[in-house]
């Protein structure tokens, strides 16, 4: 039997993102809900933004922070193949890779900017230039951390994230599939996606996430959930890609239905 076989999933990473994901699930026997709640779409003025940068080649190191930051901000770099280039995770080097660009850096056992910041390659930034390529908005700790350690430190702030709007079919065929049990595990792999979840889903919605498994591939995000008041369980996996995620769904699913031990 497959190992996911009755539990449904509510999917809500944005749209072009979440295939795989889904498809892992139903590999699995289980069955993906699909609720994008973040739309991703490139920053309006991303040509004076290339202009302020300049050639990319006076940077001593360029870091992409998420696969949305290779989409939308890969062209940065041009035909240039002799760039040094840190991915925060398997995920983005992966996209900078089907780009035809080699990673220079990329963290072990985690794909966030704590594990990347960790990485012996960053801990001395004296005198570097440092091109960090990431979302509008974006969390500040890595390019802080990056000045203390003496880099210069330049955004290119190339996408906009913005709550999703789904019609009201879509919330109350979302909602009747809630309350009769149809969903049993949301999923949030990022703080604001979660913030952006809780703003779109109808009220009904809002009470049942209280008694559903959030599952997540970040321990901050759990954090924020209990900040928001949320009861949800959390599942908890050790990384936040694709794979980790259905793994954890795995163990949790296996879990509640291994016989108790005598």
Not at 21 to 44: H, S, T, Y
Not at 115 to 121: W, Y
Not at 175 to 184: A, F, K, Q, S, V
């Amino acid at each position: 039997m497959s190992r996911l076989t009755g539990v449904g999933v509510l999917v809500t990473r944005p749209d072009h993102q979440a295939h795989h994901l889904c498809r892992l699930i139903e590999a699995e026997g289980g069955i993906a809900v699909g609720l994008p709640a973040l739309d991703i779409r490139a920053a309006a003025d991303r040509p004076a933004i290339k202009a302020a940068i300049g050639p990319v080649d006076r940077f001593s190191l360029l870091v992409f922070v998420s696969a949305n930051a290779v989409r939308f901000g890969g062209d940065l770099l041009g035909q240039r193949r002799d760039l040094r280039i840190a991915a925060i995770g398997k995920a983005t080097a992966l996209a900078l890779n089907v780009a035809g660009h080699r990673v220079s850096i990329i963290p072990r056992g985690g794909s966030d900017s704590e594990t990347l910041l960790a990485t012996p390659e960053l801990r001395h930034m004296a005198g570097q230039r440092v091109l960090i390529v990431r979302g509008r908005g974006g969390r500040e700790l890595l390019g802080e951390t990056l000045a203390s350690r003496g880099a210069e430190v330049v955004y290119a702030e190339v996408y906009e994230r913005q709550p999703a709007h789904p019609s009201r079919e879509k919330l109350a065929e979302i909602e009747e599939l809630w309350r009769h049990g149809g969903i049993n595990v949301y999923t949030a792999t990022s703080s604001e996606l979660l913030e952006a979840l809780i703003g779109i889903v109808t009220p009904r919605c809002r009470e049942l996430m209280d008694s559903t498994a959030l599952l997540t591939g970040a321990a901050r995000v759990a954090e924020r959930a209990a900040g928001f008041g949320l009861g949800s369980p959390v599942i908890l996996a050790h990384a936040p890609d694709d794979e980790a995620l259905v793994q954890a769904l795995v163990d949790w699913r296996e879990s509640r239905i291994r016989p108790p031990q005598p």
